[in-house]
């Protein structure tokens, strides 16, 4: 048996960041690719990548990007 705290310890020393910015990092990650990729909205690429909002994914999105879901999706046209 792991407690949280030891598990969290132990990831950060790993990875060099916490259990809950690695989730968020993958699941952008897994955005942008459903952006690009599949013809999705935002609102559906929010959705199936984990996030609860498309509010707050655009927002994560763009502080992390530098643009929002959209200008990426227009940047990345072929």
Do not use: C, D, W
Not at 3 to 28: D, P, Q, V, W
Request: no cysteine; proline share 5%.
């Amino acid at each position: 048996p792991v407690t949280a705290n030891h598990l969290e310890k132990l990831f950060r020393k790993e990875l060099g960041m916490s259990i809950n910015k690695y989730l968020l990092h993958r699941r952008l990650a897994q955005a942008s690719l459903l952006l690009t990729s599949s013809g999705m909205t935002v609102r559906e690429a929010a959705f199936a990548s984990g996030f609860n909002s498309p509010n707050y994914f655009t927002r994560i999105f763009r502080k992390t990007h530098g643009i929002t879901p959209t200008a990426y999706i227009a940047a990345h046209l072929p």
